[in-house]
């Protein structure tokens, strides 16, 4: 299993604005239906600054790269874009992390050596 992390800067610092079109498109919904997504979120820092993290859970690096091509993805990207500050890329892509240990509450602790 693989985890995606995002750090996307908003545009003008409007984290709420950014937040909100996410909310509206319905873009982690989307991706938490794309096969082998297993969730996503999106994060704001809690001191108030800094930047709008977006994780999201993945059977693999190539999960995470047929969510990358969706075509609806792809094409809500400008959508995205208009939220972010001028620096961002376009579309922003992920930096993915492999897990190789998990612990559960209530559960036993996960080795996940063998995803690569």
Not at 63 to 89: F, I, M, T
């Amino acid at each position: 299993m693989i985890r995606s992390v995002l750090y996307l800067e908003a545009r003008d610092g409007d984290d709420d604005s950014l937040v909100a079109h996410f909310k509206t498109a319905g873009i982690l919904e989307r991706s938490a239906r794309h096969p082998g997504c297993r969730g996503a979120e999106i994060a704001l820092p809690c001191a108030g600054q800094g930047p709008v993290l977006v994780t999201a859970l993945w059977d693999s690096p190539s999960a995470y790269e047929s969510w990358r091509a969706d075509p609806w993805r792809v094409d809500s990207s400008p959508g995205l874009s208009a939220h972010l500050a001028a620096r961002s890329a376009d579309p922003p892509a992920g930096v993915l992390y492999r897990i190789v240990h998990e612990v559960t509450v209530g559960a036993e602790p996960s080795n996940q050596d063998d995803a690569r």
